[in-house]
C-alpha cells in the first residue's frame, strides 16, 4: 500500500450541494486557509488518507468529466482550481437530483501536494445534525434553548464517507486514485445508485492493494480457524501462531505453500484450508508491512467468551511473562506470569 506521510493543501474551495434546492450553490472565491480552517481540512484529508477502507482505483476507459478536468489541472493545462471545483460540483449535483437517497453535503475540493506527488482531493462532506443555543428576551428576561442545526459539517474528529485522491496519470503505473466509499449499514445499500460515488461520479474500477489482500488473508483464516477449531483451541493456536509468524518474517504468502506447512499429513485440512482461502479471492499475497505491524503490536485474545485478554505481542512472545502449554485433550493452559502490579478497571 502506498502511504502518504506528508501532505500541504495549497488551496481548497468549497461548495453548497443542498438536495432540496434547485442548483448547487457555487463558490466563486478559494477558502481563505486561517489556521483553523487549514487544520479541519489538513486532518480529514490525513483521516481519509489513513483509513483502512481506503482503496486502489484505476479510471475507466470511458470520457469522465472527473478524469479530464482533474488531470488538466495535474498536468498545468489549467491550473484553475475554483473552475475545476465547480465543474466537480455541478456533476457529483446531477447525480444527487437523479437519487433522492444520496445525502445533502458540502463539497471540497482540495489542491495538495504530498510526498507520493501532487493530488486532487475531493470530499464529500454529508451534513450532520448539531446543536447550538438560541438565546431569546422575553419579558426583559433571558430565555435560553437548544435548537438542532440539520447543515452542520463533520467535526475534524468525525469520520467522513467518501473522498478521493487524484494521481496524474503515467504510464506504468498500478494505479490513478484512491477512493474511500463507505456504505451506510441499512436496507438502502442494496438499492440502485448505492455505488454511485465510484461508479457514476468518478467513473473508476476499484482494484486490489497490498493492505487488502492482506486484510482478507487475515480475515479468512481467522473465520476458517473459528469455523473447524471451535472446540480445539491448540489446533487454532497453531493456525493463528502460523499466520503471525508469517506476517513478521515474509513479503508474502502463497496460499498452498502455506496450507502444507500448516497441517502437513493432514491432507483434509490441507486441502479445506487452502479451498476455503482461495474462495475469498485470495490465492498469492504480498504482505502490506506496515499494515501488519500495526496489526500485530496488538494481540487481543477472546477465551471461553468469558475473558478478553490484550497483550503487547513482545510479551505474548515472551515466555517467561506469558506461557500458554497443552494439556494433551485438545485444551490449553494460559499463563500470566510473575505479575508485579495489576489495576482493575
Request: hydrophobic fraction near 35%.
Amino acid at each position: 500500500m502506498e502511504y502518504v506521510n506528508d501532505i500541504n493543501v495549497n488551496e481548497a474551495v468549497i461548495h453548497i450541494l443542498d438536495s432540496n434546492g434547485g442548483d448547487p450553490i457555487l463558490n466563486e472565491y478559494s477558502l481563505d486557509l486561517t489556521d483553523d480552517i487549514y487544520k479541519f481540512i489538513f486532518k480529514h484529508i490525513d483521516k481519509c488518507l489513513k483509513d483502512e477502507e481506503l482503496k486502489y482505483a484505476i479510471f475507466n476507459p470511458e470520457r469522465s468529466i472527473v478524469k479530464e478536468v482533474c488531470q488538466d489541472y495535474l498536468n498545468g493545462i489549467d491550473n484553475n482550481l475554483i473552475e475545476l471545483s465547480k465543474e466537480l460540483a455541478r456533476q457529483m449535483f446531477a447525480i444527487m437530483n437523479g437519487n433522492t437517497n444520496i445525502p445533502s453535503c458540502d463539497l471540497i475540493v482540495a489542491s495538495i501536494v504530498t510526498d507520493k506527488g501532487p493530488m486532487i482531493a475531493i470530499l464529500k462532506m454529508d451534513y450532520v445534525k448539531n446543536f447550538i443555543h438560541h438565546i431569546d428576551f422575553i419579558d426583559e428576561k433571558i430565555g435560553i434553548e437548544i435548537v438542532p442545526q440539520s447543515a452542520g459539517l463533520p467535526g475534524s474528529g468525525q469520520k467522513i464517507q467518501k473522498a478521493a485522491f487524484i494521481k496524474p496519470i503515467r504510464d506504468g503505473e498500478h494505479f490513478n486514485l484512491m477512493v474511500l466509499d463507505k456504505q451506510r449499514k441499512s436496507k438502502k445499500d442494496e438499492e440502485y445508485g448505492a455505488n454511485y460515488f465510484i461508479n457514476n461520479f468518478l467513473g473508476c474500477t476499484v482494484i486490489s492493494n497490498e493492505r487488502d489482500m492482506t486484510k482478507s488473508f487475515v480475515n479468512a483464516a481467522e473465520a476458517w480457524t473459528r469455523e473447524n477449531f471451535s472446540e480445539e483451541p491448540a489446533k487454532a493456536m497453531k493456525v493463528r501462531d502460523a499466520v503471525k509468524q508469517k506476517l513478521r518474517d515474509e513479503e508474502s504468502i502463497n496460499i498452498d505453500e502455506f496450507s502444507q506447512e500448516v497441517f502437513g499429513e493432514d491432507k483434509e485440512n490441507v486441502k479445506n484450508f487452502s479451498s476455503y482461502i482461495k474462495d475469498q479471492g485470495v490465492e498469492e499475497v504480498e504482505i502490506d508491512k506496515t499494515w501488519a505491524e500495526k496489526k500485530l503490536k496488538k494481540i487481543r485474545l477472546k477465551i471461553d467468551n468469558s475473558i478478553d485478554l490484550y497483550i503487547d505481542e513482545q510479551d505474548y512472545l515472551d515466555s517467561s511473562k506469558f506461557e500458554v502449554t497443552r494439556n494433551g485433550d485438545g485444551t490449553v493452559n494460559m499463563t500470566i506470569k510473575f505479575v508485579t502490579n495489576y489495576i482493575e478497571k
